[in-house]
Structure formats: structure tokens, C-alpha cells
């Protein structure tokens, strides 16, 4: 990001920014709100909360990354929307 200010604010700036806002985003989602490092949004019962909190269980389940689940950093399969789809309706 600097050297990209340097010149304008070049594409390296943008590189640079766009990175920043990935790992803020990693750090909100990922430590805070999946893991709860800091107890905020803990009792939330939103469907797509809830399936992405158990995709990123069923990913963390395996040690080995041969037999780990893959998913998106924001993206969850059905199958974890489907679990909790019967959770709204009640």
C-alpha cells in the first residue's frame, strides 16, 4: 500500500487495500463470530449465522487436511441450511 501511494496510488495500493479488507473481514467473521474470541453475537438464531458456524465446525473436525471438509470463507453448502431450516418455521 505504500509504494502504491507513492506513484498516484497505483494498483498496488488497491492490492494492498483489498488484502486489508480481507483479513479485517477473516478476523470479524472467522475469530470473532465463529470461534467467539470476544462473546458478541453469540445468541443469534439467523439460519445462514448458524450453518456457517457448523460448515467451519465440520471443517475444523478433521486434523489432517486429507480428510477435511472444504468450504468457502463465506460460503456454506445447503446441507448446513437444510439442518437448521426446520429451527425458522417452529
Known amino acids: 500500500m505504500y509504494f502504491g501511494s507513492l506513484k498516484d496510488y497505483n494498483y498496488l495500493f488497491y492490492i494492498g487495500l483489498g488484502i486489508m479488507f480481507y483479513g479485517m473481514a477473516y478476523f470479524f467473521v472467522h ?18 449465522f448458524l450453518a456457517l458456524r ?24 445447503l446441507k448446513y441450511f437444510k439442518m437448521y431450516s426446520n429451527n425458522e418455521k417452529t
Open 54 to 77: 457448523r460448515a467451519h465446525k465440520q471443517h475444523h473436525k478433521h486434523l489432517v487436511k486429507e480428510e477435511g471438509e472444504c468450504f468457502g470463507f463465506l460460503y456454506v453448502p
Open 31 to 48: 475469530d470473532i463470530f465463529i470461534h467467539q474470541r470476544f462473546k458478541f453475537l453469540s445468541k443469534t438464531n439467523n439460519r445462514y
